[in-house]
């Protein structure tokens, strides 16, 4: 992996296999991240909060907890930043992946894996929590212009995309990089319906050939932590999901 300029950002590996711990570890510092690693997922989850990573990479069949859980718990906290989370795994199954998926990883790398690959995977989610708000924006990153910030309010609901903020009623909510592009996504189709066909697509590049209840979930996480502006995402029942119609939707930073 080529050496990148990062102004240290700060990864995680979560991995019990020895040689694939320190072959991360060594190649994405070499890369100019700052790194910890851990062997257990209770380790892993005991250095979040003094660690504060931007990404982790988290392999899914670990001594201790299975990784599923690791980012369930992640997902679930409300108190500080949402780390992108990037499954490292030699499960491969379709099956596997939706779970993942459902359960709030971002990305889903199977072993044995590329490390090219692997870097442009974490970069790519990098530059998403900076303005890419789709799939296809997150695997050909756009390079901020220098223009302005480009922001939406709708109602108590205020989002800066480029600066991954999320408000509501002034009071700021953390959200994950897959959860901003769910958001932006329907503020972009404001009172439209999106699909989950087309949500699966859109914010996650993906069209499974099982059932998943992907979309769902995100939602219903999202919604929660979006508190008294939970409400102005809609259920369109059988369908999809659209975002409400009831406040006039203030965009600035287009054009």
Not at 157 to 177: I, N, P, Q, T
Not at 195 to 209: A, D, F, I, Q
Not at 224 to 229: F, I, V
Request: with cysteine.
């Amino acid at each position: 992996m080529e050496p990148t300029r990062l102004n240290r950002r700060r990864i995680l590996v979560i991995e019990d296999d020895a040689a694939n711990r320190e072959l991360l570890t060594y190649n994405f510092v070499l890369s100019g991240y700052q790194v910890r690693a851990a062997d257990t997922g209770e380790r892993g989850l005991s250095m979040l909060a003094a660690f504060t990573p931007d990404v982790i990479l988290l392999d899914l069949m670990l001594p201790d907890l299975p990784g599923t859980e690791i980012c369930r718990r992640i997902r679930s906290r409300a108190d500080g930043p949402q780390p992108a989370i990037i499954m490292v795994t030699g499960k491969g199954d379709e099956l596997d992946r939706v779970g993942g998926f459902e359960v709030g990883a971002d990305d889903y790398v199977v072993k044995p894996f590329s490390l090219r690959e692997l870097s442009l995977r974490v970069n790519a989610l990098l530059q998403g929590r900076n303005g890419a708000t789709t799939a296809s924006s997150r695997r050909t990153p756009k390079r901020s212009t220098g223009g302005a910030r480009r922001r939406f309010t709708v109602g108590p609901l205020r989002v800066d995309v480029d600066g991954h903020y999320v408000f509501v009623e002034g009071k700021e909510v953390h959200v994950s990089a897959t959860e901003m592009r769910l958001l932006v996504c329907l503020l972009e189709h404001w009172g439209r319906v999106r699909l989950r066909e087309n949500l699966l697509e859109e914010v996650w590049g993906y069209k499974p050939s099982i059932p998943t209840r992907t979309v769902d979930t995100h939602v219903k996480r999202l919604r929660d932590k979006l508190g008294s502006a939970g409400g102005l995402i809609e259920t369109v029942r059988g369908t999809g999901y659209r975002l409400a119609d009831s406040y006039p939707v203030l965009v600035e930073g287009e054009g």
